[in-house]
């Protein structure tokens, strides 16, 4: 099934320049990038973005951290994009994940982990529509 999934290359990825590095490795996986844009998040764009993790500990240091460079945002479109990225991405804790996936690759911690992706259809939908709106999708 064709579906989409959303992608943020987070600020320690884009601070070491490896957008093109990631975006090399998402197109090589199979996936095909139809939006794709660099933005800087305010705090107030972080909190909404990440609201359903509000009540956490790590809520304050992950808003900061997210806010703290330009992220590169895309969306991605393939045949079971949500879970063949999350795979492509590796496990949230880098040294977990397993090797030829970007964390494994690339992630600095368990915070500055180089990306981010949709976890479910539902999630998909929300994320890509915070960024992105119908104009900008061109698939």
Not at 7 to 17: H, L, V
Not at 76 to 81: D, F, H, Q, V, Y
Not at 110 to 123: F, L, P, Q, R, Y
């Amino acid at each position: 099934m064709v579906e989409r999934t959303l992608s943020i290359i987070k600020p320690d990825a884009t601070a070491r320049n490896l957008t093109g590095e990631i975006l090399k490795m998402i197109e090589e996986a199979g996936l095909k990038i139809v939006a794709l844009k660099k933005i800087k998040l305010t705090k107030e764009q972080a909190e909404g973005f990440y609201q359903v993790h509000k009540d956490k500990p790590f809520f304050d240091s992950l808003t900061d951290f997210m806010t703290s460079g330009p992220v590169v945002v895309s969306v991605l479109e393939g045949e079971n994009a949500i879970e063949k990225y999350r795979k492509l991405m590796g496990a949230t804790n880098p040294a977990k994940a397993e090797e030829g996936t970007i964390r494994k690759k690339f992630a600095l911690d368990i915070e500055k982990n180089s990306v981010h992706g949709s976890d479910s259809k539902e999630n998909a939908e929300i994320e890509i529509n915070y960024f992105f709106n119908k104009l900008e999708i061109v698939g």
